[in-house]
Every structure is written in structure tokens, then in C-alpha cells.
């Protein structure tokens, strides 16, 4: 409940078996007041009044029945709905990593290995699972299903995802420029994921474009020798002794 009713009154549902008007107005009023707030506590700048905030629950109020959600002017409640869901996400993936830092340095982990295991596992775990059951249940159309959304996904959170945070990141810090540390890992973790590009891209069309054991075991073992290795590096068991210039 603690965590319900918040997103209950700031995400607008117009949904017919979850219709409520009084939950309705009040997440059209409060949803405003929530973004000022969230802006503010990083910006420290104000950028939307109360007034804006009283306006859209006048309107919603007036526009709105108690018995059905509106059926007309659907997109405004639809898109208020989707950016107030993106802003919870956001919140609540902010502090999970929050969490996760706080872990590391209680226990002594490097963000390093936290990163490629508990967040990367987390992230992925859903895909895996969903990839699984549509590869072993799905027949064919499930494998080519699992299969690009393998890919997909990750190729959206780079482009779209890494592209959209590194604009706004810009635009905040602008007109001061963003520098990216150039660490050793950030490289060694882009030539393992080369290395399964191209052993998928080398290895399906000579297997026919079926991805049987040896194309799976292969991916396997690559994610493993990396995982071994960037585990070992990171808790000092072996150095690549690889030069690296700043």
C-alpha cells in the first residue's frame, strides 16, 4: 500500500475496470506537482506552478463522469499515463542503483563486478526467461522470435537508450562537455560482445542458419571466459597487464 497509493494518485488510469474519477482528478492535479518536484530536487529550478497543477483537475473534474472513464480525448489521459509509468520507472531504477552502490561499498564490492553480474543479471533475467520457453515451446517461429529478441533488445537499449540519456545528459551539463571515462573494462567488455557478434554472424550461416548446439555453446563459453576473466581481474586473482593509455 505504501508504494500503491503513491502511483495510484499520480498515474492517470482510465482503464474501464480500474475507472475512478476521484483517483482520476487527483492523479491529473498531483502528477504536475510530482514532475515539479522531481525537477526541482536536481535542477533546483522551478518549472511548473500549482496553478497548472489546478487547472487539469478543474478540467478533469468538470470533464469526467463518475461511472465510465471518458471515451473522447483519450490520448491526453493515455500519454499522461505513459510518462507518469516511464517517471516511476525511472524513480525506482534510480534507486535500485542507489542501493546497489550503497551495497558495494558496505560490503567492500567493486561497482565493477556489480555491474556485470547483479545489474546485467537482473536486466536480462526477464529476456532470459521469455527467450527460453519461446525457444523450447515456440517451434520455429518461437526460435526466430527468441533470436531477435535477443538482439533487439539489447540494440535498443544502446541506440535508443544509451543515445536518449547521453542527449539529455548534454543538454543538462551544456555548454560544459561530458567526459567519458575511458576505463580498460569499458573496452575489454565491447570486445567479448564483438567476439559473440561475430561468432553468431560466422557460425549460423554454416550451420544452415539453425542454431543448434555448437552455435550455442560457443555464445556460452564466450559469455563465460568473459565473466571469468573480468571476475578475476576485478578481485586481483589476474592482470592482463594490457597497456592503456589515458
Request: with cysteine; glycine share 10%; proline share 7%.
Amino acid at each position: 500500500m505504501p508504494l500503491y497509493i503513491p502511483r495510484r494518485l499520480t498515474i492517470p488510469d482510465v482503464s474501464k475496470e480500474r475507472w475512478s474519477k476521484p483517483f482520476a482528478v487527483a492523479s491529473v492535479s498531483l502528477s504536475p506537482l510530482f514532475l515539479a518536484t522531481l525537477w526541482t530536487s536536481q535542477s533546483g529550478e522551478h518549472v511548473m506552478s500549482p496553478l497548472l497543477s489546478s487547472s487539469l483537475g478543474i478540467i478533469a473534474m468538470e470533464t469526467t463522469e463518475k461511472s465510465a472513464p471518458p471515451e473522447k480525448c483519450l490520448m491526453p489521459w493515455l500519454a499522461g499515463g505513459f510518462l507518469m509509468s516511464v517517471v516511476w520507472s525511472y524513480i525506482i531504477a534510480w534507486e535500485l542503483v542507489a542501493l546497489l552502490v550503497s551495497i558495494g561499498d558496505i560490503a567492500g564490492i567493486s561497482p565493477l563486478v556489480l555491474g556485470f553480474t547483479v545489474s546485467a543479471w537482473g536486466n536480462s533475467l526477464g529476456d532470459l526467461i521469455a527467450n527460453t520457453a519461446l525457444a523450447v515451446n515456440g517451434g520455429g517461429d518461437g526460435v526466430q522470435i527468441a533470436i531477435s529478441g535477443c538482439y533487439a533488445g539489447p540494440v535498443f537499449n544502446t541506440l535508443a537508450g544509451l543515445g536518449l540519456s547521453l542527449v539529455l545528459a548534454s543538454v543538462a551539463s551544456h555548454p560544459s562537455a561530458i567526459a567519458v571515462p575511458r576505463h580498460r573494462s569499458i573496452f575489454e567488455t565491447l570486445g567479448f560482445l564483438v567476439g559473440g557478434l561475430l561468432w553468431a554472424l560466422l557460425m549460423l550461416p554454416r550451420r544452415g542458419m539453425k542454431p543448434d548446439k555448437v552455435v550455442g555453446m560457443g555464445l556460452l563459453s564466450i559469455y563465460l571466459t568473459f565473466l571469468c576473466s573480468r571476475l578475476s581481474e576485478s578481485l586481483g586473482l589476474m592482470k592482463l597487464g594490457i597497456p592503456f593509455g589515458v
